[in-house]
């Protein structure tokens, strides 16, 4: 295990390791924390009772930030002509067709995002050795192939972030930045929160949700009680 840096061993000092804190309280002492220069990324981290192997089990999908990510996404939009126009007005970053496959197979990935229409998905889908380690792959269940390009778009532009399992049952996304006022930053993890429980599949037995912490990036998780986020 690398070693940790003086300045975490002294933010980690505030942390009760031992406690379930409520949910504004810790997102008070994630932001009071944060080591770095920068305004640092919160992540929420959900330890779910989830098997992945099970395809009920294997959540994954996309949710809408109330209050953004606090990042500016970079979107390539691939779709035929008839959809180009759309997708600009809608924001799109970089909006083409066969010629950004041709250049993502060259090595460039100045870009967070693709969405494309499921005309462009039998050429896409040959690169998914390229696209899939990377989670750059587009996805009905994120909303990322589809017909709406201005929805998608709009969507991923204004806060939209997606979801995983991964295979020890962990979900992490982003919620927000240190910046972000604490009650802003709460709401966006009640949404993700609700959405998660919403989506408990029936064939779970036993505690779904077995730990919630939040973190900042390089910062201490602060662990937090999951009767307060309802």
Same mark, same amino acid.
């Given at each position: 295990m690398a070693k940790r840096s003086r300045k975490y061993a002294e933010a980690a000092k505030l942390v009760d390791r031992n406690v379930r804190y409520n949910l504004m309280d810790a997102v008070d002492l994630a932001k009071k924390t944060s080591i770095t220069k920068f305004d640092?990324?919160?992540?929420i981290a959900f330890r779910l009772n989830l098997d992945s192997r099970k395809a009920e089990q294997n959540l994954r999908g996309a949710i809408v930030l109330p209050h953004g990510s606090g990042k500016d996404p970079r979107v390539l939009v691939l779709t035929k002509s008839a959809k180009q126009e759309e /997708?600009?007005?809608a924001g799109?970053? &970089?909006v083409g067709?066969?010629?950004?496959l041709e250049?993502?197979?060259a090595g460039w990935f100045e870009f967070d995002v693709i969405v494309?229409?499921?005309?462009m998905m039998g050429e896409l889908g040959k690169l998914g050795k390229i696209l899939g380690p990377k989670g750059l792959m587009p996805n009905a269940?994120?909303?990322t192939v589809t017909m709406d390009i201005d929805k998608a778009v709009r969507e991923i532009k204004s806060g939209k972030i997606t979801y995983r399992v991964d295979k020890t049952g962990n979900i992490q996304v982003i919620v927000g930045k240190v910046s972000f006022e604490t009650e802003k930053l /709460?709401?966006?993890?009640?949404?993700? &929160?609700?959405?998660l429980i919403r989506l408990k599949p029936s064939t779970v037995k036993g505690i779904y949700v077995k730990n919630i912490a939040i973190s900042t990036t390089m910062g201490p998780g602060v662990k937090i009680l999951p009767d307060s986020i309802a």
């Open positions: 640092a990324t919160v992540e /997708a600009k007005l799109a970053d &970089y067709d066969t010629e950004y250049k993502i197979k494309a229409t499921p005309d269940k994120t909303g /709460a709401d966006n993890i009640r949404v993700v &929160y609700q959405t």
